[in-house]
T-cell receptor
């Protein structure tokens, strides 16, 4: 299966700790997206990469969030000094050219 | 301001009947729309899309209708099957970077 994969699937952390999530996109996809989803809502855009360049970042994303995509392959999303409000499902998606984005299974973050 | 709205949080339909999921949008600049399906503990899966130059797109049991004057689209599933039970999201690309703006989703329950 060559779909989008994310690791870990679940993460429980204490408030104030740093966490890092990984996303491996579909290999030929040059575009990669991170979204956050909370219960009862659709995914909320966080950031976007085209190859290794981070081209867009949501204004809603605080400075505690940072994302990288070295060499235009996998991507990492780091949250520093986690807060309880960061608890959500973090989704990664990739696409080639067209609008259809392919999503991974997500990482569920719980901040206690 | 929600640019993509799904006003029905849930919908229950008898197996074999037609399911109709609705979506409204406010931004007249949207020129492409997508429907995604999401099962619990999984990421959204692309289902069907429609360009604004069309008013209908069909793929097997799934048909999407677009009414641009009303800024309304709908997804028809016929006949509905138990495996169609999921949350359905309507989404539209915000700009050329393909950032998707999502509705809040409608939970479809297919009753046997």
């Amino acid at each position: 299966d060559t779909g989008v994969s994310q690791d870990p699937r679940h993460k429980i952390t204490k408030r104030g700790q740093n966490v890092t999530f990984r996303c491996d996109p579909i290999s030929e996809h040059n575009r990669l997206y991170w979204y956050r989803q909370t219960l009862g809502q659709g995914p909320e855009f966080l950031t976007y990469f085209q190859n290794e360049a981070q081209l867009e970042k949501s204004r809603l994303l605080s400075d505690r969030f940072s994302a990288e995509r070295p060499k235009g392959s996998f991507s990492t999303l780091e949250i520093q000094r986690t807060e309880q409000g960061d608890s959500a499902m973090y989704l990664c998606a990739s696409s080639l050219v067209f609008y259809e984005q392919y999503f991974g299974p997500g990482t569920r973050l719980t901040v206690t | 301001d929600q640019q993509v709205k799904q006003n029905s949080p849930s919908l229950s339909v008898q197996e074999g009947r037609i399911s109709i999921l609705n979506c409204d949008y406010t931004n007249s600049m949207f020129d492409y729309f997508l429907w995604y399906k999401k099962y619990p503990a999984e990421g959204p899966t692309f289902l069907i899309s429609i360009s604004s130059i069309k008013d209908k797109n069909e793929d097997g049991r799934f048909t999407v209708f677009l009414n641009k004057s009303a800024k309304h689209l709908s997804l028809h599933i016929v006949p509905s099957q138990p495996g169609d039970s999921a949350v359905y999201f309507c989404a539209a690309p915000m700009d050329s970077n393909y950032q998707l703006i999502w509705g809040a989703g409608t939970k479809l329950i297919i009753k046997p």
